[in-house]
């Protein structure tokens, strides 16, 4: 028998946020972010459950090339654009729309041979100093690329920093708006915080990404539940071994945890080599062991984390423990909240599932 750990994929819920996504939007079209594949969930298993999107937003190109691979003929736009002239040969075969970001990838634009002229999202830096042209010199940008004929149609983009607290887009919505006032073209805005939040800003297209998976983006002011998404991923194992500890014993490596008291534990089939959080606060972070909420105990470690079974007197080998998402017993655990008490990110949990993990499709 296989480990027990592993995640389940919920096709449903990837479809009932998307639908979250598509009411928000208004008008706009939606990209369905899939970067790092599908967040962690597995880009061939997300795309039966996203495949209502107007388009598909990435980094890599061989996972443009899966998407291909999997029938999609509709729009993919390659958030980084392109990393070397060679890129753009795939972009001219896959039809792949790329974003611009800097000078260089106009360069390369102008070496690239290409019989069909690709449509081009220019990115504009309004504030955030990652990517992005800053706003003087965007529209010298836009006039460079319009004069190439490898150029078909310019898009105007922008990436919010603050997009998850109370006005955290103001300025550079300003910014952006003010600097394209008179430049022809769609516009794309909006990641999940200010879909949710604010709606498409007049954006033609918005990109919502960890939404589309469940979680709540602008955690933890407002859950996953406030905003009406399901969790689309279940991580799950099973107790291999239940303690019986005694006061003053010592669990796992450091002997880091000590037993106050008689206490159960038990010792769920899961560490940092399947993508669990090595690092966790003294009081553990919150786990479901039979749909029952308790909490981790002591250090991570590689294969085994474990648990207080205090809460759960009738757990017992073979339990269920939900690490997140929905229990069998129909309790959920947020993603969110395990990652809040671990000091870290929903996204970076979805993203660090490891590829030995076993992803099956559920409902
Ligand atoms: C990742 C990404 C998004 C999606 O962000 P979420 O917070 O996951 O919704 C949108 N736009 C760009 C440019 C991104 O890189």
Known sequence: MPRPIHATLHLDALTHNLARARSAAGDARVWAVVKANAYGHGLNQVFEGLRGADGFALLDLDEAQRLRDLGWRGPILLLEGAFEVRDLELCSRLDLWHVVHHEAQIDMLAMHKTHAPHRVFLK???????????????????????????????????????A????????????FEHATADLPGERSLSNSAALLRLGACNADWVRPGVMLYGASPDHPEHS???????????????????????????????????????????????????????HTPPQGVPVLVDGV????????????????LTPVPLAAVGSVVTLWGQSPQGAVLPIEDVAHAAG????????????????????
């Open 224 to 278: 996953a539940a406030h905003w009406g998404l399901q969790p689309a991923m279940t991580l799950q194992s099973s107790l291999v071994a239940v303690q019986q500890l005694q006061a003053g014993d010592a669990v796992g490596y450091g002997s880091s945890y000590m037993a106050p008291s008689a206490q159960r534990i038990g010792v769920v089939a899961c560490g940092y080599a399947d993508g669990y959080m090595r």
């Open 344 to 363: 870290t990110l929903s996204y970076e949990l979805m993203c660090g599932v490891a590829p030995r993990v076993r992803k099956v499709l559920g409902s």
């Open 293 to 308: 909420l308790t909490r981790t105990l002591g250090r991570v470690s590689m294969d085994l984390i474990t648990v207080d």
């Open 164 to 175: 998850d607290v109370l006005d955290g887009t103001l300025q550079q919505r300003q910014v």
């Open 124 to 162: 504009m830096n309004s504030g955030m100093n990652r990517l992005g042209l800053r706003p003087e010199a965007f529209r010298a940008a836009w006039s460079r690329l319009n004069a190439l004929p490898q150029v078909a149609e310019i898009s105007l983009m922008t990436h919010f920093s603050d």
